[in-house]
């Protein structure tokens, strides 16, 4: 029916100028896409081939920066393992973390307006005024943390200079950083229905009941969206190694996307990195696929 | 059914489990804050003071000695404003094509612009700055930085905007259209002035966006007079040592005028993320 009415709209004159329009309106966009995007995306995997140092001629060599990622690489597998551990514990963290928030401010509680600013605060401070405000947090004589640990009787820890306390130390900021996605889920559940929690009051219905079978379900678009963004972001960590950790230390917060920026811009090897980037992108290539097998829901819906 | 003591004082437990939570949140800005303006004796006491004994405000001038803040200041604006700028406008011709219009191909391009979110951005680095450096001999200026934002800045600004004309109803087009205002004067005279939240909420956003960006800014400017306040910070404190306090001077004006932005925006930023509602 609409299609068959569009077409009619089109083919009359005012329906090829409001066309022109679109078109003029969308130059912005199609150059977005094509030049920012796809275009760069499929260059990646063409400088895949080549030998480059940014200097002289590119050389082709095939396979063979794969071929070498994947025998010879000093990076690749702790890079692999430390993206996967801080993207999930950040996606679990973040996600949570926010959503608990949410859950409480939608309540009617005093101050609401306030208290949204300020959980959403974190998310605006510059990168790398967090990290260096945290390296002092973390310090192991004098920062916060260890001042907390020993008035609760706790041994002081190394935090970001401990192979293994570096991940969970960085996923800290990161939620600490979530603010965006608490709004994002207050924007959600401030549409759920409130006939639907009032009818499974009525119906005895507990809390915990209402929240599972009640709030959840109507909300589930966002939680997918939240936690589809939050993992394309984490997947792609790269500031806290740039700004705090180098990837130290013993290579723990070696990110895949800082060996890309290592192989690219400290090494100038800018064929060598871009291989390292397809790779990268396969990665996060199979997370999104496996995440939307888990949920097929529609959230950019093309409704009129 | 709970009666209204009941009701009552739960409402007032719930806030006061927000207030702790929202105290532990603010805990390391004020930190950090208290941080900047001790002795480096003082920071080393134990048991530390919650508040500084002395405000050494002498830190943020020993800072500022060797911390060029308002280069950096003017330079990273530099970039913010064009950006910001070129970024909310291209996103509401575009989301206002996907609301409004009628043409031919508008589902597939839709789909394709959506698309685009699932490409991780770190994967075209590589080519992109080979594109602006090499291609156009664009390294070491603002450009590669600036121009990406004359494509609305990402599909979630686009996307932000059409939502919100879709709840403007077709009548006020068309009473404008009766009296003879072309579509642009009512795109911008009668619906941007409608949508307001949305538009700060996509400014906003492209601020955040720039702002919070460290990579970008690392790979394209090398010369010091160029730098930002990312590249400047990253820089400064790994000269400074241990010397913490004026480290964290340093720290606390950088993160200083995104606080003022975002309390001047913050009104019309709640409304319109609230009013998103993400879903159709």
């Not at chain 1, 963290?93 to 101050?111: D, Q």
């Not at chain 1, 401030?190 to 005895?204: F, H, L, M, S, W």
């Not at chain 2, 009552?8 to 390391?28: C, D, E, G, K, S």
């Not at chain 2, 508040?51 to 280069?71: G, Q, R």
Request: aromatic share 16%.
């Amino acid at each position: 029916m609409r299609k068959s009415k569009t077409k009619t709209v089109i083919k009359s004159r005012a329906g090829k100028k409001e066309e022109r329009t679109a078109y003029l309106c969308l130059i912005p966009a199609f150059i977005g896409v094509t030049c920012i995007s796809y275009l760069p995306t499929l260059a990646v995997f063409v400088l895949s081939l080549f030998e480059w140092n940014g200097l002289t001629t590119p050389e082709f060599t095939g396979l063979s920066n794969f071929i070498r990622i994947f025998t010879r690489d000093i990076y690749l597998a702790d890079s692999v393992k430390a993206t996967i551990f801080y993207a999930f514990l950040a996606v679990v963290g973040a996600v949570l973390y926010s959503l608990f928030i949410a859950l409480l401010l939608n309540m009617n509680i005093k101050g609401r307006t306030l208290f949204r600013s300020i959980f959403f605060i974190p998310y605006l401070l510059p990168a790398i005024g967090v990290f260096k405000g945290w390296q002092w947090l973390y310090e192991s004589n004098f920062g916060l943390f260890n001042f907390i640990m020993r008035m609760l009787g706790l041994p002081p820890q190394r935090f970001l200079d401990s192979a293994s306390q570096v991940i969970p130390s960085l996923v800290m900021i990161a939620v600490w950083t979530s603010g965006n996605l608490i709004v994002i889920f207050l924007a959600g559940l401030q549409n759920v229905p409130r006939v639907y929690t009032e009818a499974a009051k009525i119906d005895g219905a507990n809390a915990w009941q209402r929240f599972w079978h009640v709030t959840v379900p109507s909300i589930s678009p966002v939680i997918f969206y939240n936690v589809l963004t939050a993992l394309i972001t984490h997947l792609q960590v790269i500031n806290p190694a740039l700004a705090l950790t180098n990837g130290g230390p013993s290579k723990k917060s070696m990110f895949m996307s800082y060996v890309i920026y290592l192989y690219g811009f400290k090494k100038n090897k800018l064929g060598y990195a871009a291989a390292y980037s397809v790779v990268f992108f396969v990665l996060v290539g199979i997370f999104t696929f496996i995440l939307f097998k888990t949920q097929k829901s529609q959230i950019f819906g093309e409704g009129e | 059914m709970l009666s209204k003591k009941k009701e009552n004082m739960l409402n007032w437990l719930f806030t006061l489990i927000v207030l702790i939570f929202a105290l532990l949140v603010l805990l390391p800005i004020w930190w950090i804050f208290r941080s900047s303006l001790m002795s480096i004796g003082a920071l080393n006491e134990y048991p530390p003071s919650f508040i500084p004994h002395e405000w050494l405000w002498s830190n943020y001038s020993k800072a500022l000695e060797t911390f060029d803040y308002w280069l950096y200041f003017k330079n990273t604006f530099t970039i913010i404003i064009p950006a910001v700028t070129f970024g909310t406008v291209t996103a509401i011709f575009c989301g206002y094509a996907f609301a409004r219009l009628r043409f031919r191909g508008k589902k597939l391009f839709f789909n394709i612009c959506v698309s685009t979110i699932l490409l991780p951005g770190m994967v075209t680095l590589i080519p992109l700055y080979v594109f602006w450096t090499k291609g156009l001999g664009l390294g070491d200026t603002y450009w590669p930085l600036i121009l990406p934002f004359l494509t609305g800045g990402g599909f979630f600004n686009i996307f932000l905007i059409r939502q919100f004309l879709m709840t403007i109803p077709m009548e006020m087009d068309e009473a404008a259209s009766i009296d003879g205002a072309g579509r642009m004067r009512i795109l911008w005279t009668i619906l941007v002035p409608s949508i307001k939240p949305a538009v700060v909420v996509v400014a906003m956003m492209l601020f955040i966006q720039i702002w919070n960006d460290l990579l970008q800014q690392i790979i394209y400017i090398n010369s010091m007079d160029k730098f930002t306040f990312a590249i400047a910070l990253t820089n400064f404190t790994g000269s400074f040592g241990t010397n913490w306090p004026v480290a964290l001077a340093a720290t606390f004006m950088t993160i200083l005028p995104g606080i003022v932005i975002y309390i001047l925006g913050q009104k019309s930023f709640v409304e319109g993320i609230v009013l998103t509602g993400m879903k159709n």
